[in-house]
């Protein structure tokens, strides 16, 4: 029997890493996992994918491990000797790095060094796959493009920039096969419950069902590409089997505003949002990124990836997942 590839995926109990370890599973790879330590268990959105690794059948792996811990890092990857590794693992909410701009910067920028000065280190031949943001485009008008110039407008785009080099000076210096994917907003039912599409589904399902009567958000004037994370995982592993190693924007090339995607998630239950919706300050961030459009022709002609759900439906696919589970759910998500 053919020996299985291997595959490092950090961020595996995150929304990202939840679509790939599957993809890569159902591709017949033995998959492994970056999980940090947590006084819960955090494996919610992995655990349908869990065999007990005693049974012979496991090809899912998980270790326990931070990306500001760089000697762990050097470890594992010696241990799991990987081919491919996907780092996905970040603080990734852009209004929290406002709060959190040090954390942010040391797990969401510098702990892409760690990994990718942790591979040097061990002269581990594989395929690295960086998780980049269109975030980094901010106020940069669209469309955006591989060419587009940057213009963070919080400390997560920031970091992001600085790890998006990071990635391309160990690709130029080294040799590495090492990739930006510059993928635009992607949703799906296993979205943080605090990003505006899954607070906007989940108030929809909450509203339905008498749990909840208003639904408090910012700036609802922002045009989103809003794509479904299911198939930007496909890109990721689509990157990492091209024939060289180059960044690629990820996008839908669709527009839609915060307003839009209220209309279409209430209006799949025939409600008015403007009766539900209230405005709260708390969540408008100090600079915000007004316009985010991708064209993603590269991804297209390159390696032949196109989206599959565009909004509205990606919309009405959310909320009808939050309906199908809301009696499973007591109690509201935190007001973040
Ligand atoms: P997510 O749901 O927030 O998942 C983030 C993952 O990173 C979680 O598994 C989290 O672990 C882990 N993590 C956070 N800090 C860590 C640390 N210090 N060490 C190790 N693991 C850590 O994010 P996502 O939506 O799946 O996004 C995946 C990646 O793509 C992120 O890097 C994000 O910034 C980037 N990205 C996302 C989008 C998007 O629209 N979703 C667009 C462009 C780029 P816990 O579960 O323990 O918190
Ligand atoms: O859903 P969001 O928090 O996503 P944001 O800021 O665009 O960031 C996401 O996409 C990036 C890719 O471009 C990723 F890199 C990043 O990791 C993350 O996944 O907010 C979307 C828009 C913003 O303009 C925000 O101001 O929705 C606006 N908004 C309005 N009211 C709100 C709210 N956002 C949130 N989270 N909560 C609100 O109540």
Same mark, same amino acid.
């Given at each position: 029997?053919?020996?299985?590839?291997?595959?490092?995926?950090?961020?595996?109990?995150?929304?990202?890493?939840?679509?790939?370890?599957?993809?890569?599973?159902?591709?017949?790879?033995?998959?492994?996992?970056?999980?940090?330590?947590?006084?819960?268990?955090?494996?919610?959105?992995?655990?349908?994918?869990?065999?007990?690794?005693? #049974?012979?059948?496991?090809?899912?792996?998980?270790?326990?491990?931070?990306?500001?811990?760089?000697?762990?890092?050097?470890?594992?990857?010696?241990?799991?000797?990987?081919?491919?590794?996907?780092?996905?693992?970040?603080?990734?909410?852009?209004?929290?790095?406002?709060?959190?701009?040090?954390?942010?910067?040391?797990?969401?920028?510098?702990?892409?060094?760690? !990994? !990718?000065?942790?591979?040097?280190? /061990?002269?581990?031949?594989?395929?690295?796959?960086?998780?980049?943001?269109?975030?980094?485009?901010?106020?940069?008008?669209?469309?955006?493009?591989?060419?587009?110039?940057?213009?963070?407008?919080?400390?997560?785009?920031?970091?992001?920039?600085?790890?998006?080099?990071?990635?391309?000076?160990?690709?130029?210096?080294?040799?590495?096969?090492?990739?930006?994917?510059?993928?635009?907003?992607?949703?799906?039912?296993?979205?943080?419950?605090?990003?505006?599409?899954?607070?906007?589904?989940?108030?929809?399902?909450? /509203?339905?069902?008498?749990?909840?009567?208003?639904?408090?958000?910012?700036?609802?004037?922002?045009?989103?590409?809003?794509?479904?994370?299911? #198939?930007?995982?496909?890109?990721?592993?689509?990157?990492?089997?091209?024939?060289?190693?180059?960044?690629?924007?990820?996008?839908?090339?669709?527009?839609?505003?915060?307003?839009?995607?209220?209309?279409?998630?209430?209006?799949?239950?025939?409600?008015?949002?403007?009766?539900?919706?209230?405005?709260?300050?708390?969540?408008?961030?100090?600079?915000?990124?007004?316009?985010?459009?991708?064209?993603?022709?590269?991804?297209?002609?390159?390696?032949?990836?196109?989206?599959?759900?565009?909004?509205?439906?990606?919309?009405?696919?959310?909320?009808?997942?939050?309906?199908?589970?809301? #009696?499973?759910?007591?109690?509201?998500?935190?007001?973040?």
């Amino acid at each position: 029997m053919e020996t299985p590839k291997k595959a490092l995926i950090t961020g595996i109990t995150g929304q990202d890493g939840s679509y790939l370890a599957e993809l890569l599973l159902q591709k017949g790879y033995e998959v492994h996992g970056i999980v940090r330590r947590s006084s819960q268990f955090n494996t919610g959105r992995i655990d349908h994918l869990y065999v007990d690794s005693h #049974d012979p059948r496991a090809r899912l792996f998980l270790h326990y491990g931070d990306l500001t811990d760089g000697s762990r890092l050097v470890t594992l990857l010696e241990k799991v000797q990987p081919a491919e590794v996907y780092n996905l693992a970040a603080q990734s909410h852009v209004r929290v790095s406002f709060d959190e701009p040090e954390f942010t910067g040391l797990s969401t920028g510098v702990g892409s060094t760690r !990994l !990718l000065e942790a591979i040097r280190m /061990i002269g581990l031949e594989c395929r690295y796959y960086q998780a980049s943001s269109s975030e980094m485009f901010g106020a940069t008008p669209p469309p955006q493009n591989e060419a587009t110039p940057f213009w963070p407008r919080s400390p997560y785009g920031a970091a992001k920039v600085y790890a998006y080099w990071m990635t391309r000076n160990y690709r130029e210096a080294y040799g590495m096969f090492a990739t930006n994917g510059i993928l635009f907003n992607h949703e799906s039912p296993r979205r943080g419950e605090t990003f505006v599409t899954r607070k906007i589904s989940m108030a929809v399902a909450n /509203i339905v069902a008498g749990k909840q009567d208003y639904l408090y958000m910012g700036n609802l004037d922002a045009v989103r590409d809003w794509g479904y994370a299911k #198939d930007y995982v496909e890109a990721m592993w689509m990157m990492l089997q091209a024939d060289k190693a180059e960044d690629f924007v990820v996008a839908t090339g669709t527009a839609y505003t915060v307003k839009d995607f209220l209309q279409f998630a209430f209006e799949h239950v025939n409600l008015d949002w403007e009766k539900y919706v209230r405005f709260d300050e708390r969540y408008l961030r100090p600079t915000e990124v007004d316009s985010l459009i991708g064209d993603a022709s590269k991804a297209r002609d390159v390696l032949g990836w196109t989206p599959k759900v565009l909004p509205p439906e990606l919309a009405k696919l959310m909320v009808d997942a939050d309906m199908s589970t809301i #009696d499973l759910r007591t109690k509201l998500p935190a007001q973040l």
